[in-house]
């Protein structure tokens, strides 16, 4: 069973867009919700992270929208570059021990 | 460079054969984790271990896997009697541990295995 369900598996935004990817999760004993950005070849890096106690969190021009009553959560990148073009994980986890990650968003930004 | 290293970062092996993965963390992190991820998945965790201490493998877990962190710093993840389903990439992730609330994994480049 997906723990963490994410959406869209891809995803065509032109420069300069917004790029939205959403995760969903029935766990209510998670409390840490990070983003993870991969290129190919690469380990996931760290973009962001949530914890419940706040609706929103902003990094540049990474945000994190989350929605605690809907067990939703929701990355948005701003002003999206080609630079921007990799696959992005939402991932959950309670009290920090194992971490469920989402099946992933391939994200292209067009030129 | 003091990211997370794994060694080594391709193997190819015959069906049958065993192999032995390394990671070696960030040097004060107590945590390690190890992950599989396949082409189009997401990473799925293995186990994971607090010092030298293993403290969870995923119900998922062939016994044919094993993990050891003897030391409380690098950590290997070891598979017996390889199968071509074990293909995959393997990960290695680090975090320093301080509360009961999650923390950052920082994680490795990964080891691609490919089992013929």
């Known amino acids: 069973q997906q723990q963490v369900k994410q959406s869209p598996q891809s995803l065509i935004v032109q420069k300069g867009g917004i790029s939205i990817i959403n995760c969903a999760y029935e766990n209510t004993a998670f409390d840490y919700f990070p983003w993870y950005q991969q290129f190919p070849g690469k380990g996931p890096a760290l973009l962001i992270a949530i914890r419940p106690d706040v609706s929103e969190k902003k990094e540049g021009r990474f945000t994190i929208s989350f929605n605690k009553s809907a067990k939703q959560f929701s990355l948005h990148i701003m002003d999206s570059q080609p630079g921007d073009s990799a696959t992005y994980f939402c991932a959950a986890s309670a009290g920090g021990n194992q971490f469920y990650f989402g099946t992933g968003t391939s994200l292209t930004v067009i030129p | 460079d003091t990211g997370v290293s794994q060694d080594p970062r391709h193997k190819i092996t015959k069906r049958g054969q065993n192999v032995t993965f390394r990671c070696d963390p960030i040097?004060?992190?107590?945590?390690l984790y190890w992950y599989r991820q396949t082409l189009g998945q997401g990473p799925e965790f293995l186990t994971y271990f607090q010092n030298e201490a293993q403290l969870e493998k995923s119900r998922l877990l062939s016994d044919r896997f094993s993990a050891e962190r003897p030391k409380g710093s690098f950590s290997t993840l070891e598979i017996q009697r390889t199968e071509q389903g074990d293909s995959a990439m393997y990960l290695c992730a680090s975090s320093l541990r301080v509360d009961t609330r999650g923390e950052t994994q920082y994680f490795g480049p990964g080891t691609r295995l490919l089992v013929l």
């Open positions: 040097s004060e992190h107590n945590r």
